[in-house]
């Protein structure tokens, strides 16, 4: 079963634009983590935000969100001011017990 | 901290040659994985330890492929045969109690 679900393989957004990443996952816990990385060309898998469940406010890292909706099982990123260097592959991921599932990314173009 | 770090960066080797790819994750982290990423499958966890201890080798492929980890600071993951189908690029990546994970750099295998 899939745990965690990127819908949108590809996305591009303009320079200094907004554009907001999906995922959805799969649990029956109450008290969970989630994650945001971003994997630009380098390769190099990098943290970008988390969000604790038990948290009702939404995440945020300087220009990255999160738009946590629980009871909708739903975690997308919101980048404001998009940069050239936030073109990447972006994961999300869900670590319920001793695994650790990341959905199938969605590679972010930005256009200049 | 120098993060986790993983050598070698690049390794090319024949089909039928045994590798051995080496990681050394965050000092204080209990929780170390491997994984293996192709554009094909995408990243697929391969093995996760905690404190030292093999936890789910689920997503070991084979036996070719084996892991070990002797001590908190240093695991290996050794492919004997190796294949040209096991060509990717592998990660090692290390966390406290399942949080957040934090990825080192990859190696990057070839086999011809």
């Known amino acids: 079963a899939q745990t965690v679900t990127q819908s949108q393989p590809e996305m591009s957004v303009q320079e200094a634009e907004t554009v907001t990443l999906s995922c959805t996952y799969d649990?029956?816990?109450?008290?969970?983590?989630l994650f945001w990385y971003k994997q630009p060309p380098s390769r190099q898998m990098i943290l970008v935000i988390r969000?604790?469940?038990?948290?009702?406010q939404n995440a945020t890292e300087n220009r990255f969100s999160v738009n946590f909706q629980k009871a909708a099982k739903s975690f997308s990123l919101k980048i404001s001011d998009s940069q050239l260097g936030d073109a990447a592959m972006y994961f999300c991921?869900?670590?319920?017990?001793?695994?650790?599932?990341f959905g199938t990314g969605t590679s972010l173009t930005v256009i200049p | 901290d120098a993060g986790v770090i993983q050598s070698p960066r690049h390794e090319v080797t024949e089909m039928g040659q045994e590798v051995t790819l080496r990681c050394k994750p965050i000092s204080g982290h209990n929780s170390l994985f491997w994984y293996r990423q192709t554009m094909m499958r995408g990243l697929e966890l391969l093995i996760y330890?905690?404190?030292?201890?093999?936890?789910?080798d689920s997503g070991m492929p084979e036996d070719r492929f084996s892991a070990k980890m002797p001590n908190a600071s240093f695991s290996t993951l050794k492919i004997q045969p190796s294949e040209p189908r096991d060509s990717a690029v592998y990660f090692c990546?290390?966390?406290?109690?399942?949080?957040?994970?934090?990825f080192g750099p990859g190696t990057r295998l070839t086999v011809t």
């Open positions: 649990t029956s816990e109450s008290d969970y983590y």
């Open positions: 330890f905690n404190n030292n201890v093999p936890i789910d």
């Open positions: 969000q604790e469940a038990y948290k009702q």
């Open positions: 991921a869900y670590p319920p017990g001793n695994q650790f599932y």
């Open positions: 990546a290390s966390s406290f109690d399942v949080r957040e994970q934090y």
